[in-house]
């Protein structure tokens, strides 16, 4: 018979006792990501704990322009129950500005004191704590504020737009719905779908709401895709281009057009995009011959085609035709090909306002 000290069962027993001590020691503080909204100057403040915790991530949102993107974004530790932060600069910059947040359900942001000239104030005051049924609620009216801009602003093109170019905004309008489905693709990812609970044999299926509709990043995306939307109809076109091709041009989405005149009447041409991120960007680059380049007729716009080549992609989709054409202060492009990339979400495709080259 064994005695109790033969060491597999010491061992045995110490893995027993060591168990029942650490079921008794406090389970490792959660914290949270926390959310807050300043009513007043239509700011969102959200704390993101790092490394467990001890540190966190500060980041404000305005919101005073519906679908705002201006972010403000700090780090600091949390001690004491105050988080002392600064901004988030390049490595080997100075941080500037160090500041104190104190509270819970209301959270106040000063300076740290004994600092000469501190920056930034416009982080700083009150903001209370929101429930995520309210920011999904915020988020929501955030978005129907932004269609109501671009629909007041759209309305406004009639008395500040050339008369030339009015015409555009109508145009604009009918390709919003389609431009603003293809940013969304690549700007806001669904979250995974949950488990659905099962339900009684008996029970009638219920119309679920899509998943989208619940999530406050979608409205968020929605709202900021929006925002893009009337920032550039709110431009105001120059009337100096006189339908000239030379120029730098834009979509307002990431889109982006450089057309130079050579002296024999060539058009160098170089289409770049951007589209949410640098995994949907392209760049296209080619020329339009002097006999392709047509001159505006009466109310018809000038017109420009060409066949340009993009490198790196398959066969199939290395031969691009691109047709422009100009009108007042605007440039539409239009591209076709037998097969897109495969992956690629980004596009050309759309209406650019026209700014004069730049002066050395």
């Known amino acids: 018979?064994?005695?109790?000290?033969?060491?597999?069962?010491?061992?045995?027993?110490?893995?027993?006792?060591?168990?029942?001590?650490?079921?008794r020691l406090p389970a490792a503080e959660v914290v949270p990501t926390l959310h807050y909204?300043?009513?007043?100057?239509?700011?969102?403040?959200?704390?993101?704990?790092?490394?467990?915790?001890?540190?966190?991530?500060?980041?404000?949102?305005?919101?005073?322009?519906?679908?705002?993107?201006?972010?403000?974004?700090?780090?600091?530790?949390?001690?004491d129950g105050q988080i002392v932060f600064a901004a988030v600069v390049e490595e080997g910059q100075d941080r500037g500005t160090y500041f104190v947040a104190k509270g819970e359900g209301k959270l106040e942001i000063e300076y740290k004191p004994g600092?000469?000239?501190?920056?930034?104030?416009?982080?700083?005051?009150?903001?209370?704590r929101v429930s995520d049924e309210k920011r999904l609620q915020l988020t929501r009216k955030e978005f129907q504020a932004a269609e109501d801009r671009l629909a007041a602003t759209l309305k406004t093109v009639r008395t500040?737009?050339?008369?030339?170019?009015?015409?555009?905004?109508?145009?604009?309008?009918?390709?919003?719905?389609?431009?603003?489905?293809?940013w969304m693709k690549i700007a806001y990812q669904p979250p995974a779908p949950s488990k659905?609970?099962?339900?009684?044999?008996?029970?009638?299926?219920?119309k679920e709401r899509p998943a989208a509709e619940a999530d406050v990043d979608y409205w968020l995306k929605l709202a900021q895709t929006t925002a893009m939307g009337y920032y550039f109809m709110q431009q105001i076109p120059d009337g100096k281009s006189q339908g000239t091709w030379?120029?730098?041009?834009?979509?307002?989405?990431?889109?982006?057009?450089?057309?130079?005149?050579s002296p024999d009447g060539r058009l160098r041409v170089s289409l770049n995009c951007t589209r949410g991120n640098e995994l949907q960007g392209a760049d296209l680059q080619g020329a339009v011959?002097?006999?392709?380049?047509?001159?505006?007729?009466?109310?018809?716009?000038?017109?420009?085609?060409?066949?340009?080549?993009?490198?790196?992609?398959?066969?199939?989709?290395?031969d691009v035709r691109v047709i422009l054409k100009?009108?007042?202060a605007f440039l539409w492009v239009e591209t076709q090909r037998k097969q897109e990339p495969a992956g690629r979400l980004a596009w050309f495709d759309g209406i650019y306002i026209w700014m004069p080259v730049p002066t050395e």
């Open 1 to 23: 018979m064994k005695s109790f000290s033969s060491p597999s069962v010491v061992f045995v027993l110490l893995a027993l006792g060591l168990g029942a001590a650490a079921s």
């Open 37 to 79: 909204y300043d009513e007043v100057g239509f700011r969102h403040l959200t704390l993101q704990p790092l490394n467990g915790g001890s540190q966190m991530e500060v980041r404000v949102r305005w919101a005073s322009d519906p679908g705002g993107s201006g972010v403000w974004l700090g780090q600091g530790t949390r001690k």
């Open 115 to 128: 600092q000469k000239m501190p920056q930034d104030p416009g982080i700083l005051g009150a903001y209370r």
């Open 160 to 182: 500040t737009w050339p008369s030339e170019d009015k015409a555009v905004a109508a145009d604009w309008k009918a390709r919003w719905p389609a431009l603003r489905e293809r």
């Open 196 to 206: 659905p609970e099962p339900k009684p044999a008996l029970m009638p299926p219920t």
């Open 246 to 261: 030379a120029g730098d041009y834009n979509d307002g989405f990431g889109g982006s057009v450089s057309i130079r005149t």
């Open 289 to 318: 011959p002097p006999e392709a380049v047509k001159a505006r007729k009466g109310a018809e716009p000038a017109t420009a085609e060409a066949v340009f080549e993009e490198p790196n992609v398959v066969e199939a989709a290395k």
């Open 326 to 328: 100009r009108k007042g």
